[in-house]
């Protein structure tokens, strides 16, 4: 119950904490279970395999605990505590894409956009995917399927690319890693207009509904 008096509106949003150089993701899924996220700055691991999932060690999840109870507010860092076997996800960035067509081969999905969670768009971006190449094979049948593909990708490869470079800079934000135009984020000197561009609806085509 202490988690849910610090966060009232859990199950209705998802909240963000924002910590020095670091943030987390709290929110509730179905059957009342909680997934929190803990976003931190380290060298790339050794991964086996292709999976970009890998198991923490119990020395790392003791020093998780640890740091947890210096950087958040006490119900969270307990949250942190009681989840059992706690994994990391590793996040690798990648540049928007140049084409998303190939001939005959079309991606959608993560596959065409490479984000980072941080924009909390990927699944939106998908159907949105699906919906735009449905309609432009609609329009031009499968005897005009090259034209059709063009314009799918003249539809969304400028938007999926916005939003790529956004969400990268929303996390590199959050994270209080140096961006060309602005200083490192500083929670004791950030400005209302800083905590202004961390908000989700910045996120470019954030209301279109087929873009």
């Known amino acids: 119950m202490g988690v849910r008096r610090a966060y009232p509106d859990l199950g209705k949003c998802l909240y963000f904490d924002l910590g020095y150089g670091t943030h987390s993701v709290l929110y509730e ?4 279970r909680i997934n929190w996220i803990w ?4 060298p790339e691991p050794e991964l086996k395999g292709y999976s970009v999932t890998m198991k923490v060690r119990d020395d790392m999840i003791r020093k998780m605990h640890e740091e947890a109870e210096k950087t958040w507010i006490p119900e969270l860092a307990r949250v942190m505590k009681e989840t059992k076997c706690p994994f990391v996800n590793v996040i690798y960035d990648c540049d928007p894409l140049e084409r998303i067509i190939w001939d005959n081969v079309v991606l959608i999905g993560d596959a ?3 984000t980072t969670p941080h924009g909390l768009r ?11 190449l449905g309609k432009c094979l609609e329009k031009y049948g499968v005897e005009n399927l090259h034209l059709a593909l063009q314009e799918y990708q003249s539809i969304r490869l400028p938007v999926v690319s916005k939003q790529v470079l956004h969400s ?6 959050k994270q209080g890693l ?12 950030a400005s209302v207009e800083d905590y202004q561009e961390l908000q989700q609806n910045n996120m470019p085509f954030f209301a279109d509904a087929l873009c």
């Open 168 to 173: 990268r800079r929303m996390g590199r934000i």
């Open 112 to 114: 065409a956009h490479p």
């Open 178 to 189: 140096k961006l060309c135009d602005r200083k490192c984020f500083d929670l004791k000197r």
């Open 29 to 32: 899924l179905l059957n009342k």
């Open 39 to 42: 976003y931190v700055n380290q």
């Open 122 to 132: 990927s699944t939106n971006m998908s159907i949105l995917d699906a919906a735009t």
